[in-house]
């Protein structure tokens, strides 16, 4: 299922969209600040950001140049009240690849959702790795040379995580946000469940890393000293 940020300060609005984007098969993590929107990105991995323009904490056009300088390049539809030419032309001169004005057909913004994600990146970084582990998140698969793992959404988005710390710890709650979004109610063990998986992927592959926890602070990817 594909994954998008929704980025929407009203409520009845974001559960109209996440509503109809669900029914569509498009999942939505919701943040309401530009601030949290920011984090959310450099957390988790989407193929879509859906941007209101006036959020509480600043103009989400400020937003979307800051992604940009950062060589964020995730397709973004901008949500405006705004219908000026030149307020359409300044937020795709901004970075954005498609703009909506409200009121809007639910109809629509779904269609031009799904035509974002048809769309090639426009960049292909390289694969993120770490150790002798490399991740392909397009795949859902992990690499230890030539000995490959399918992972679940949920063990990609940790391990994703973990890698990008390169070996530095990272918080249980931050993790458990990688996996399931903001939005998503999870059990109490899901995350310990998901990290069992992980643990035991990763022995499958004979990987040289270990997922460790780093009492009262998280997790870490280290090096297991017996290999």
Same mark, same amino acid.
């Given at each position: 299922?594909?994954?998008?940020?929704?980025?929407?300060?009203?409520?009845? #609005?974001?559960?109209?969209? #996440?509503?109809?984007? +669900? $029914?569509?098969?498009?999942?939505?993590?919701?943040?309401?600040?530009?601030?949290?929107?920011? =984090?959310?990105? $450099?957390? #988790?991995?989407?193929?879509?950001?859906? /941007?209101? @323009? *006036?959020?509480?904490?600043?103009?989400?056009?400020?937003?979307?140049?800051?992604? @940009?300088? &950062?060589?964020?390049?995730?397709?973004?539809? %901008?949500?405006?009240?705004?219908? &000026? /030419?030149?307020? @359409?032309?300044?937020?795709?001169?901004? *970075?954005?690849?498609?703009?909506?004005?409200?009121?809007?057909?639910?109809?629509?913004?779904?269609?031009?959702?799904?035509?974002? /994600?048809?769309?090639?990146?426009?960049?292909?970084?390289?694969?993120?790795?770490?150790?002798?582990? %490399?991740?392909?998140?397009? =795949?859902?698969?992990?690499?230890?040379?030539?000995?490959?793992?399918?992972?679940?959404?949920?063990? %990609?988005?940790?391990?994703?995580? /973990?890698?990008?710390?390169?070996? *530095?710890?990272?918080?249980?709650?931050?993790?458990?946000?990688?996996?399931?979004?903001?939005?998503? +109610?999870?059990?109490?063990?899901?995350?310990?469940?998901?990290?069992?998986?992980?643990?035991?992927?990763?022995?499958?592959?004979?990987?040289?890393?270990?997922?460790? $926890?780093? @009492? =009262?602070?998280?997790?870490?990817?280290?090096? $297991?000293?017996?290999?």
């Amino acid at each position: 299922m594909a994954r998008i940020l929704l980025v929407e300060d009203h409520d009845h #609005i974001a559960r109209l969209i #996440i509503k109809g984007l +669900a $029914n569509a098969g498009i999942m939505a993590d919701v943040v309401e600040r530009g601030d949290a929107a920011w =984090s959310a990105v $450099n957390q #988790i991995t989407y193929q879509g950001l859906v /941007l209101d @323009r *006036g959020l509480p904490d600043g103009d989400g056009l400020a937003l979307l140049q800051k992604l @940009r300088r &950062a060589g964020v390049t995730i397709p973004c539809l %901008m949500l405006t009240g705004r219908d &000026a /030419l030149h307020d @359409r032309v300044e937020g795709l001169e901004a *970075g954005a690849d498609d703009y909506l004005t409200k009121p809007f057909a639910m109809a629509e913004l779904v269609a031009r959702v799904k035509a974002l /994600l048809r769309r090639p990146s426009v960049s292909h970084p390289p694969q993120p790795f770490f150790g002798d582990l %490399m991740l392909s998140p397009e =795949s859902g698969m992990a690499c230890r040379g030539d000995e490959k793992i399918l992972l679940a959404p949920a063990e %990609m988005q940790i391990l994703l995580a /973990l890698v990008r710390k390169q070996g *530095g710890i990272v918080r249980r709650s931050a993790l458990e946000s990688a996996a399931w979004g903001f939005s998503e +109610a999870v059990t109490p063990n899901a995350l310990d469940v998901a990290l069992h998986r992980i643990r035991r992927k990763l022995a499958i592959i004979a990987s040289e890393l270990q997922l460790v $926890n780093i @009492r =009262s602070q998280g997790y870490a990817l280290q090096k $297991n000293q017996l290999v």
